[in-house]
């Protein structure tokens, strides 16, 4: 879309001047209003910052400061330790409209969304009149360089009205100044709200604010570690249209359509390259140049008939279920969740587009039980502000039943109401939104029904959740029935009667009548550096020190028979295993396995383990299940229902 | 004045030994006792009020609450014991804040342990009085031709005319009815007329009803108090007087009315003390609501689902109660003893009493 809408402005440069262009497509590019305009500047500076932090492996601290004058002319200043810009390319960047460097490439990234920083410093010149400044420094030991300019809108070319060499301090980095026509007043919530959604979705940022009345509000980074970098890819077969198949085929080095299969697109090895020309009923051989449209047609059919492997999903750079978990725990302190969960879709793909869908509930605490629940959207870390209602993620959720997971919902269906938050994050290497505002992504199929998986685990998870609350309540009145109150009473009815205190062990296996498993979680700080963890990049092992989760789990025989059975204890994929005791049976990526002996009536096994590569409290409820018993004897522990 | 109370203690350590013996037994204490509620009273042919019947209800230690409610059973059996052995006694306000100190096994308010009071009472068969307990309420008024005999708190006996030794707020009847504390001398009277609200009781005084017709008002002050009704009971019986029950006309009414007349629901272990079962009931009845064209209230939600109850409730089977309660169903309406006073301040006692005491055949 964004290639159309270039393609199309391209034709239009030779009539019309880029400020008329501007000028008429105003609404689209996000500019509609002062309020939006505040909202898209700050946005396209930001999304450009973590962009060019991310691509050059620096820990992204961005710093957005708002001065307002009168007269609703507000000075926006963005600027980033990232690598900073090369002189020369100073003027493109800023002064000439839909200059960009990533229209074509297939690969995760935010600048897909914007129509560019150009399009700040023009509506700032149409507005205002004034020119834009642009500090940029790319070596440690070089000055900075000193730009400003204005648009020459006929030309649709920069003016370099000044450029000059100062000392800066930072090792290397942006700093980007304009002067626009904006809402401050109105502006100032979305500002705020886009800031902290950014940093929900970006951990690994660090963001300073600070407002025209001087208060700074600081979003913090939660995690040391980088996204992984995405890779561009080759189109995945499934969906690719019949055109761009045709035009690949011209395109092609490849004198053979089984090598230009296997060279041009992702996901096909040899037996499934077989596979799809068996099924077109195509000679391996064929010139792919030489093909007819049949034969393209045939070829075309083949791919959706053929099981080819899902794209790489190298190409993604999905959040992470703990991550997610921990910024937006982070962020809602205030709000004192009751708990959060998170679940992460495998990637998936719609017309030969890779993607991936991660989802996350925030619920309970002050937020407020009447209204419907707020919905987040983000889409390749980028939030979406606007056009809630056109967007699949809304209808995807309105239509789940709601009901039966404790929130209110008219009918079962709808955007349910209750105390809760519900983010959406959609991972791809083209996000198809439904319009150039790119606020709303497109009614595709395969995207609604992984976001409806995605949010049935979620859901399924807050109603785990709700079941343990309730269990851990009863296990919790049992244990003080059998800790507090009954040695009470044989303690008051023997001095009555100046009789010996009776034992109780057998009057207590009586009255729990069951296995009662209780864990506890704690957490040690490490000074060494952290063991080795699957989240991070090689790159970017550079923590110091880090966080050990500790559990102990208690499992009590209160059945009057001795008992054996199987225990197993959940962990997060990005954890790692330190030490277990006793010693387990078995150990995945998902869970610990332990085959416990014999325990006796009123007998008690304790069982521990650690797990690194976590902050503290990511990890916060076991999950543990057991085997080979009747799980209604067991407080503590659901069914195992396999692997 | 000093008691034998050997049984009183010989059956609270019952409780406790019924407690520790299960323990001993591994088994999960637990306590039986005849479920207190509606469905579970039965008329007593050989006493002639309504007892409990056969259903138990099961305290036992194996749900948190029943725990608690061991536990307090317990000290509240302990606390009883010291009570007798000091030779104290309490109110049941008192040993609410006493049991504050009782650490885990405080109440969490005073219903909980005046409702735990009852529960030893039906456990042990002693009343309240044996456990040394005794209520906050103040006792109700009594006026009429009556002379009572009293015990006061320096011990002297004193007699009471409930005329000419009482003023127009009439005798106060203490909390300890029994021969004990009070006696019954000299009655002149045709009989007791036991009578709902304040305001009523007043104005049969300031008429001079108890000399015109020679009754003995008593106020019952709503539901009636435990004194109230055994002052009711024994002067019954002493005396042999008819005992007539003057209220409103609402099922809460009727309530009061059952609770002198069958026994009340809540104390039925003890209702052969407390129940008159000669007493009647004068009015105000739906009846009276046609025959003396009364002002009236619409029936709440709440009347009619209490007077819907009572049609199940064992104690209004006769016919009697099922027509009134019926009637005043169909008519949808209340109405209050003051209503009288549509008519004038002298229309109770001089044409509404008279009518229904003659319609009865209390007087010609
Ligand atoms: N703060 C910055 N630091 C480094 N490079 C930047 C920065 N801002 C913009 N750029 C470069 O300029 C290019 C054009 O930016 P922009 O006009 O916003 O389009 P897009 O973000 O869509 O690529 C970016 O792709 C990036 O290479
Ligand atoms: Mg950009």
Known sequence: MAEAIAHELAKKQKEISVAEFFERNKHILGFGNPTRALVTSVKEGVDNALDACEESGILPDIYVEIR???DGENKLIIEDNGPGIVKKQIPHIFGRLLYGSRFHAIQQSRGQQGIGISAVVLYGQLTTGKHAKVISKIQEDRPATITELAIDTNKNRSDVINRDIMHWDKPSGTRFEVSIVADYKRGKRFVFEYLQSVSIVNPHAQITFKEPDGSEHLFERTTDMLPRKSVGIKPHPYGVELGTLIKLAKNTKSRKLSSFLKSEFSSMGDRTTKAVCEKAQLDKDFNPKNMSREQFLALHKAFKKVKIMAPTTECLSPIGETLIKRSLKHETQEISPEFIVTASRPASVYSGNPFQIEAGIVYGGSLPRDNSVKLMRFANRVPLLYQQGDCVSTSAISSIDWRRYGLD???????????????THISSTLIPFTSESKEAIADIHEIESEIKLAFRECARKVQRHIHKKIRRAKTREKFELITKILPEIAKKSSNMLDKPTPSLDKVITKIMDVVWIEDIIEYEKTSSKPVQSTLFDESSEKREGGWITKSTVMVVNYKNKPQKFNLYAVIPEDAVIG????????????YIKWNLDTIIPADKRDIYFELAGLDKEDFDENDLYVENINPSYVIGADKWEGD | MSRDYTNVINSINSI???????????????LKLPTRT????????????????KNMTERSAKSLDGAYMMLRTMYMVDFIKDMIKANKSSTLREMYYISEGWDLAKFNSQPESDSLAEDLEVITGCMREDFKLRPEEDGARVIGNLTIEEVTRNKTKKKIHCQDDVGDSGYSIPYNVEPEKISFKGADADFILAIETGGMFDRLVENGFDTSNRAILVHLKGQPARSTRRFIKRLNKKKKLPVLVF?????????????VAYGAIKTAHIS???ATPAAQYLGVTPSDIENYKLPTDKLTKEDINALKSELSDPRFQDSFWKHEIKLQLSLGKKSEQQA????????????????KLAEMGIKK
């Open chain 2, 247 to 259: 209220t409103d006309c609402d099922p809460w009414s009727y309530r009061i009315f059952g609770s």
């Open chain 1, 579 to 590: 030490s277990v005791t006793p010693q387990p049976t078995k150990i995945t990526d998902n």
């Open chain 2, 272 to 274: 052969e003390y407390l």
């Open chain 2, 340 to 355: 009288l006073a549509k008519y004038g301040l002298d229309y109770v006692t001089e044409t509404y009493l008279p009518e």
């Open chain 2, 38 to 53: 509606k469905s579970n009273i039965q008329f007593d042919d050989k006493l002639n009020v309504w007892k409990y019947g």
């Open chain 1, 68 to 70: 307002n004058h009168e």
């Open chain 1, 409 to 423: 919902q008219s009918s079962g269906k709808g955007i349910p109401s209750g105390p809760a938050i519900f983010l």
């Open chain 2, 16 to 30: 406790a030994s019924k407690v520790y013996n299960d323990l001993e037994s591994s088994e999960i204490p637990n």
